[in-house]
């Protein structure tokens, strides 16, 4: 991480990092003192991965525009290699909510971990539904990890931690959730995953940021059709 801050704008565009997000980087060591902010993610029960770390996600290291810092609360594993994104609309319908529970307990079954946004809606119930399964789930924020949002599912993000699984964020702490942040939250959704799973979604839902980033960085899509259930 250190080597990652002094280095040139030359130095991290030759590494892989976006000539933006370089460009921010430099620009940072104007205001930022890295000691304190350290010292801040400590408090607060937060690591940070930088690309070369071990720890950061393999998948996501292979997109274009991966993060160059991952902040995490929790644990990420090897195993999480072998992930499926479960996504969809904010206000799913009875089926939505069955069809995600049923199709979660499978891939908790079968050792698979379940990457979702932690919103309102089929987020929430994938997540749940995976550790009430046993098995291991990864929630990926649009802001700061020092806040949970929305503000209902602070004790299923507790839940998650405490079970084995992870919280996730490209953004520093403090950074508030922020509309333009989710659209750039769902890149991670999907990049860290082997494909993206929807169970229910609109034509106008927020889910179609994550099949397009999915698409994007040529990982397979899966949408459940009408009802699994009718003959």
Excluded at 39 to 60: C, F, I, S
Excluded at 67 to 74: I, K, Q, S, T
Excluded at 146 to 168: C, F, K, M, Q, S
């Amino acid at each position: 991480m250190k080597n990652a801050w002094l280095a040139s704008s030359r130095e991290l565009r030759a590494a892989g990092v976006g000539t933006e997000v370089a460009q921010n980087i430099v620009a940072a060591r104007e205001t930022i003192e890295p000691e304190r902010e350290l010292e801040k993610l400590e408090l607060a029960g937060v690591g940070a991965l930088t690309w070369h770390h071990e720890e950061y996600p393999a998948r996501l290291r292979e997109t274009f525009d991966a993060p160059a810092v991952l902040y995490v609360r929790g644990t990420l594993f090897p195993g999480d290699e072998c992930a499926v994104a479960v996504v969809g609309t904010r206000r799913p319908t009875d089926y939505g909510h069955r069809v995600t529970a049923e199709l979660c307990s499978a891939l908790a079954a079968a050792g698979v971990t379940v990457v979702s946004g932690l919103a309102l809606g089929v987020d929430s119930r994938a997540h749940q539904a995976t550790v009430d399964a046993g098995g291991r789930t990864i929630a990926v924020l649009g802001n700061g990890l020092d806040t949970v949002y929305p503000r209902e599912n602070r004790r299923l993000a507790e839940r998650i931690v405490a079970e084995g699984g992870a919280i996730v964020s490209e953004f520093g702490l403090g950074v508030r959730p922020e509309a333009s942040n989710f659209p750039r939250r769902n890149r991670i959704i999907s990049g860290m995953t082997l494909g993206t799973l929807v169970t229910e979604a609109s034509n106008t839902s927020g889910t179609r940021w994550t099949v397009y980033h999915a698409l994007e960085q040529n990982r397979e899509i899966f949408c459940v059709p009408g009802s699994i259930y009718s003959d």
